[in-house]
């Protein structure tokens, strides 16, 4: 945080860096929405159920 004097009000102003929100993984992705991830929890298992109810190719991210 700098301050600067303009006019004799002080000011803040913050230098934060923006970064993209949704940064990519396939790691990260996998090992939260995998089939091996959906497997180990009764929820988990419950969506592998409903996915291959409708037919889904894929059951997991990977």
């Known amino acids: ?31 939260k929405c995998g089939f091996r991830a959906r497997s180990k929890t009764p929820g988990g298992r419950k969506v592998l159920a409903n996915r291959r109810s409708i037919g889904r190719k894929r059951l997991g991210a990977s």
């Open 1 to 31: 945080m700098v301050l600067d004097r303009l006019g004799g009000v002080a000011l803040a102003i913050s230098f934060k860096a923006m970064h993209p929100t949704y940064r990519p993984s396939k790691i990260s992705r996998a090992r």
